[in-house]
């Protein structure tokens, strides 16, 4: 009930073109969800997040799309650069639980690789 | 700019030793987490803090692994005895609730070996 499934685990693209991530969830009382960027040897980082009551949100070359009724959402990279290669943790969280705070559920994370 | 500091950065230490890594939140901060990350099962909560009460550490071994807040800037996380599937990256985020939103901001982590 709780998982947060992502994929695919791992991704190569060439400069210039469309990184796209999927993650999947179960539990329809997530109403907050996240996407995290992690380089090596470093903590994860936010990178852009959506609420359920918007079907996309964009931020730069980053687009959050998402599907209520198929619980799904995705993080499309446009004109992907190779500074970009790094790993991408979806999560979600229930944040109108107060009892629950903020606890994220994480998926699997996406290693993407962009090549010059 | 305020950053999550974690230390030790790295530890290698030998089955049976007790482990302690501390974090300091970002000053006004109200939440604490500690995650684990290792490939196996990617990140997972171990234990969180509000306003340096407990609300969760149902990820935690209960019987190994200790989480406390002793005031409002530091957190540490204890593992007595350490084993060697204790090896991972463990990391500290923190956040401030404000409304509905919450970002948590994570540290740069402590890379525990265990041998």
């Known amino acids: 009930q709780q998982q947060v499934k992502q994929s695919p685990q791992s991704l190569i693209v060439q400069k210039g073109g469309i990184s796209i991530i999927n993650c999947a969830y179960e539990?329809?009382?997530?109403?907050?969800f996240p996407w995290y960027q992690q380089f090596p040897g470093k903590g994860p980082a936010l990178l852009i997040a959506i609420r359920p009551d918007v079907s996309e949100k964009k931020e730069g070359r980053f687009t959050i799309s998402f599907n209520k009724s198929a619980k799904q959402f995705s993080l499309h990279i446009m004109d992907s650069q190779p500074g970009d290669s790094a790993t991408y943790f979806c999560?979600?969280?229930?944040?109108?639980?107060?009892?629950?705070?903020?606890?994220?559920?994480f998926g699997g994370g996406t290693r993407v690789l962009v090549k010059p | 700019d305020a950053r999550v500091t974690q230390t030790p950065r790295h530890k290698v230490t030998e089955m049976g030793q007790e482990v302690t890594m501390r974090c300091q939140p970002i000053l006004g901060h109200n939440t604490v987490f500690w995650y684990r990350q290792t490939m196996m099962q990617g990140l997972e909560l171990l234990a969180y803090?509000?306003?340096?009460?407990?609300?969760?550490d149902s990820g935690m071994p209960k019987d190994r692994f200790s989480a406390e807040m002793p005031d409002a800037t530091l957190a540490t996380l204890k593992i007595q005895p350490s084993e060697p599937r204790d090896s991972a990256v463990y990391f500290c985020?923190?956040?401030?609730?404000?409304?509905?939103?919450?970002?948590?901001?994570f540290g740069p982590g402590t890379r525990l070996l265990v041998l």
């Open positions: 985020a923190s956040g401030l609730l404000i409304g509905y939103e919450e970002t948590q901001y």
């Open positions: 999560a979600a969280s229930t944040l109108q639980d107060k009892a629950a705070g903020n606890k994220l559920t």
């Open positions: 803090f509000r306003n340096r009460a407990p609300l969760d």
């Open positions: 539990n329809t009382a997530f109403d907050y």
